[in-house]
Each structure stands twice: as C-alpha cells, then as structure tokens.
C-alpha cells in the first residue's frame, strides 16, 4: 500500500528531526529516500519543463513531501528571488 510507505517516509523524517539533524538535511534525505523508493516522482521543471538536472524544491519548511520541481536555473532563480523579498521586507521598503 502506498499510504504505508508515506507513512514509513514521514517516520524516517520525523526520526532524523527528532535525532537532531537539522531540517533542511532531513529534507533532503527524506526526498532522495522517497526516490529511490519509488514514492516520490521527478516531475519537469514547474516554470520551463525541462527535464533534466531537476531538484526538489520545498516552499514550507518542515513539509519534506511539499515539493515543487525546478531545474537548476530556475531554482536559484526561485532562492535568490526569495532572499531578495525578505530583505525588501527587512528594510521595511514598499514594492510601487
Ligand atoms: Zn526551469
Ligand atoms: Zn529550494
């Protein structure tokens, strides 16, 4: 049943935030774990399709199964862009 192997992913997250380790690793171990698996499917990149060099985006911390994919490019893209919003926002700046 696929439930229980969602069930058995979200324990090997939980065991490894619970160890300690910090949440962006068990993310990230938790997704290559969900692969290798068969759980979790690559998709294209959400903004340009491609298929290749895809990787795992997680827009909520803490939610290791909310991903969105993106290639190389537009993952940086994404992170710079992000970073860039919280610092508009530190600076207390208004977007016109
Ligand atoms: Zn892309
Ligand atoms: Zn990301």
Not at 34 to 61: N, Q, S, Y
Not at 70 to 80: M, P, Y
Request: net charge positive.
């Amino acid at each position: 049943m696929i439930i229980e192997k969602v069930v058995d992913l979200i324990k090997y997250y939980n065991d490894r935030v619970d160890n300690g380790t910090p949440i962006k690793n068990a993310m990230r171990a938790t997704v290559a774990r969900g692969i290798r698996k068969g759980i979790i499917i690559k998709r294209p990149c959400l903004k340009c399709r491609r298929k290749a060099d895809v990787e795992a985006h997680h827009p909520t911390p803490g939610q290791p199964l909310e991903i969105v994919w993106l290639c190389t490019k537009h993952h940086t893209e994404i992170h710079n862009y992000a970073y860039t919003k919280a610092w508009i926002e530190k600076q207390s700046v208004k977007i016109i």
